[in-house]
């Protein structure tokens, strides 16, 4: 094996020396330069395909493989495209949104990286995400980013920067993901069968707040507000994701007077729904019940759920829009609204 | 503003350039060096606090931020924890592992990212791995890590490969997460109430066969394997994750002559007990119905829903194994399973 330059003093020895281009220019006897045309597919660069081969094999035997960060550096910028990742369970809807997101960036020769920014917050992890000088960053959830912080990232290299949230972000490209929608179709449609007096079940989980609170303010708005213009009461009930926690809420559910709840999502109208059943609360008779999401598993309980179901713009079309902010950072294309939301009435409420 | 070096050719001009640290060390007046000593915070070089205070100031009125990668090209060493992602949707108990992993790491001052395999296999996806130059590489489920794998990733620097699965992988630290054990569990609860003819439900989703495939194999251990020396039957039962397909395979059930039924997770279970029972078919008294995961919603269904509790050790203890094989991967500890399961009987079995 050729030689390598000494490690440098710090930590203990690796087992091998990690092989450099420099090996495998020397290897296959030729420069460094030819190592890197070849390996890089730079196309602009006339190389025999015998000489194309030397390399690979040479590269082959020696185990190398081309560092991202260092061809970035010589490039300038990289493919990177940042996701921050919440540390949230992420459902089959999201789960399927950021899988073809994450095909279609591949598909466009971008390297997907996620970053899990817990543990700092705003400016801090806006910083963390330059360090890794990604081209493109793609944030759900924008509550941590500032101003500030799309300047630092902006000023790192990446050339686009899109929040997917409620509120736009100065310098950002921001998507409206309204979650007030959700609340609001839920309301309305509560509204519309009759019902007077909702709850609207806030989960006490961590994580979830970024999607329960405007989703209660979805309800306000769908009876009018809060004030003597409103047509019905809006209760909020906070509710832990336990047996206890729903059992406990449905004992004290006759002196709420509540002729609806909208429980957030399918999951806790599912809880719910159950400790009402089991407390003698007959459903939707006494009391109608919705979730949202659409799940399957929402099916399964008797009387079948009403929900909210939600749809996402596909993640192709974000990929596509990542890739022409990339390019063209200076001509962005009108928002659009990533998020549709629409009650569907089964047999809760 | 102070001048930077011109932009490579490539692509359209940058709204603003890049700050440099050069530019920090000008407005600051200090030289490179002391700039990568205060901002890398070089505990062993003894640079004034009046002059550290100058630097930061001077980094954080330009928005330069330090580029890990070139950092990682001078230490010669990043401290990039890479986790391969799998395009299955994330259950709350993996979840729930991943983020205590994540955070434990990032205590231990580790840079935790996550990649999306997808549409890469094999060697390709080790060397796409690579590329970023891991520090250590956690790989769930390691199907697709081969030795030639793990010595790419060993020879560009990572000190630490860590696969959790059901078979070792040479090179690699292997933990042993065997899906058999959840089957076994399975069945051995279902042999012991008595049943003897025991359908296994194979989920047709895409992604789930690596739990599958070994979950029913577990099921036929239980019983004592397939051929004459068994105590049961087991009988495959491929089923889509729709109402329809649940309701298809209720239809054809009595002649199915099955007493029970593990249906690979709870999900899986509350679908098909539904469907059952919308047919006619008494849950246990016609066939016991027996789930995995212990979801809460599982226990809100009546039959309450038998199931595996699957418990995983804690992501605290996998963070200080990747941290101890990066220091010391010549000492590797000894293997320990990272997961437990134990049946659960309530109604349904």
């Known amino acids: 094996m050729s030689q390598t330059p000494p490690r440098p003093p710090a930590g ?3 087992p091998r020396p990690v092989p450099t281009s420099a090996d495998v220019a020397r290897l296959a006897g030729v420069s460094r330069a ?8 730079a196309s602009a660069v006339r190389i025999s395909e015998p000489t194309r081969h030397r390399v690979r094999q040479a590269a082959e035997e020696l185990g190398y493989v081309p560092h991202a960060a260092a061809r970035s550096l010589r490039a300038g910028r990289t493919r990177i495209v940042l996701l921050p990742t919440v540390p949230v369970p992420v459902g089959r809807l999201m789960g399927h949104f950021l899988n073809e997101l994450q095909w279609a960036l591949r598909r466009l020769d971008y390297t997907v990286v996620q970053y899990a920014s817990m543990g700092l917050d705003g400016d801090e992890a806006a910083r963390a995400w330059a360090e890794l000088r990604p081209v493109a960053v793609v944030a759900f959830g924008a509550a941590q980013l500032t101003p500030h912080g799309v300047d630092v990232l902006k000023r790192s290299g990446a050339r686009a920067v899109i929040t997917l949230g409620p509120q736009p972000v100065e310098g950002a490209h921001c998507l409206p993901v309204d979650q007030r929608r959700v609340g609001r179709c839920a309301g309305a ?4 069968r009759g019902y007077r007096r909702i709850g609207v079940v806030l989960p006490e989980e961590a994580g979830l707040e970024p999607l329960s609170g405007p989703r209660l303010d979805g309800v306000r708005q769908a009876v009018g507000g809060a004030g003597s213009g409103a047509v019905a009461d809006v ?8 047996e206890e926690a729903a059992g406990a809420l449905a004992a004290r559910w006759p002196g709420l007077g509540l002729d609806a709840v909208f429980a957030h999502n399918d999951e806790y109208a ?3 729904m159950r400790a009402l059943l089991d407390a003698g609360v007959s459903v ?7 979730g ?3 799940l399957l598993l929402g099916r399964l309980l008797r009387p079948r759920l009403s929900t909210v179901r939600i749809d996402m713009e596909t993640g192709r079309h974000l990929a596509e829009l990542v890739d ?4 063209e950072p200076d001509h962005a294309p009108e928002p659009r609204e990533l998020m549709a939301a629409r009650a569907i009435h089964r047999a809760s409420t």
Chains 1, 2 share one sequence.
Do not use: E, K
């Not at 449609?189 to 519309?192: E, F, G, Q, S, T």
């Open 284 to 290: 939707p008779g006494d009391t109608a019940v919705m």
């Open 34 to 41: 030819t190592v890197s045309y070849v390996l890089n597919d």
């Open 12 to 14: 203990p020895p690796a």
């Open 235 to 242: 209760v909020p009930l906070p509710l832990a994701y336990t």
């Open 189 to 192: 449609h509560l509204l519309d």
């Open 270 to 272: 599912m809880l719910l």
């Open 324 to 327: 022409h902010l990339v390019v």
């Open 292 to 294: 949202a999401d659409d």
